[in-house]
């Protein structure tokens, strides 16, 4: 069975942007292709370490896992949940991959780039992330890793990694799929990308200091509420799904129709040419708040030993296929 693989880093309480944008989409592909598909959904926590962890780390990693459950993601045979630091070869082939990969590579990649933009320095993590990133792909042999826009290009380098290593070493590492077929796959229209409240031209983060400008999944609907109603639009006037002139407006439209489950065209048809911002603010804000209600209430039913309990059983499946492949890559380059 071909293995689709994603994980979402745990530092903080996720935003509504990580919600919709990595862990939703994921959830709904699982428990659709369960059957024909191996899932794995994993906490990076080796990723995490790299920057600030905001509160108990443990309690971060375990609370991560619950939001894919309280999403609706159905642990099964096919379905596997584990944390990447409790199989490690994650960190072995991680350093393998290093002497593939190159300096100019890892220079050339945008999110290094943000995160050291105006930096005397920063960590060797951050710069070497895409490494470790290929190393989480390429274990599992994971053709399909559902995730945002900003991820894209990580997959690009994972492949080219790879290709490389195949052509020193032998057809050791199946590719995962290119970036246009990713999209494809994970049935969305585009990559999503849900924007900041304050800042529109850049992507919801939980990393944004001002509050104001993220929705997190433990907001009370009154925040919501306060956070939507207060979002940035523009002086245009008149509603239209125009991402490079109207992000504000345009980012209100894809919330309701992501949160909804309705397609973007139709919330677009139905508010296209209206001239009340505050109305559409209004409904989005409601229907945002509605959902995340729900969500919390599903969320407090889940206890930390229902979640260990799954860790257990997936981190064993993990670990025996990471070993089998990593001992493959450790008999290519002469290591065993």
């Known amino acids: 069975m071909k293995t689709i693989l994603t994980g979402i ?10 919600y919709l944008g990595a862990l939703l989409p994921m959830v709904r592909l699982a428990n659709k292709y369960s059957g024909e598909y191996q899932f794995n959904v994993f906490v990076p926590d080796l990723h995490s370490i790299i920057s600030e962890i ?11 896992l619950k939001y894919y459950l309280a999403a609706g993601l159905l642990v099964n045979k096919n379905v596997h949940i584990y944390r990447q630091s409790y199989v490690p070869a994650h960190a072995e082939l991680c350093w393998i991959l290093n002497c593939t990969a190159t300096m100019g590579e890892m220079s050339r990649m945008t999110q290094y780039k943000e995160k050291s933009e105006g930096k005397a320095s920063c960590n060797v993590g951050i710069f070497d992330y895409p490494v470790l990133m290929a190393a989480d792909i390429l274990l599992y042999s994971a053709e399909f890793i559902p995730l945002g826009e900003d991820q894209f290009q990580h997959i690009e380098i994972t492949r080219d990694i ?9 057809e050791v590492f199946v590719l995962p799929a290119k970036t246009a077929e990713q999209i494809k796959f994970m049935e969305i229209e585009k990559a999503i990308r849900i924007r900041d409240l304050i800042s529109p031209e850049k992507k919801m983060s939980k990393s944004t200091v001002a509050e104001n400008s993220k929705i997190m999944l433990d907001d009370t609907p009154e925040a919501v509420r306060k956070k939507i109603m207060s979002a940035t639009t523009d002086s245009v006037g008149v509603i239209h799904f125009d991402m490079v002139n109207q992000p504000g407006i345009s980012n209100l ?33 409601e229907t945002v708040a509605k959902m995340l209600e729900e969500f919390q209430a599903r969320l407090k039913e ?14 064993k499946y993990a670990n025996e296929i990471a070993n089998a492949k990593l001992l493959e ?7 065993r």
Do not use: M
Request: proline share 1%.
């Open 329 to 335: 890559v450790q008999k290519a380059v002469g290591l």
């Open 302 to 315: 889940i206890s930390d030993e229902d979640v260990i309990l799954l860790l257990e059983e997936g981190e």
């Open 54 to 64: 905001d509160g108990n780390f443990k309690e971060n990693t375990l609370r991560t």
């Open 253 to 285: 439209l894809q919330i309701e129709a992501l949160v909804s489950n309705r397609p973007l065209s139709e919330v677009t048809a139905e508010w296209d040419g209206k001239t009340s911002y505050g109305d559409l603010k209004k409904q989005v804000s």
């Open 162 to 170: 790879a290709e490389r290593f195949n052509h020193k070493h032998g």
């Open 9 to 18: 880093r745990s530092n903080s309480v996720l935003t509504l942007g990580n």
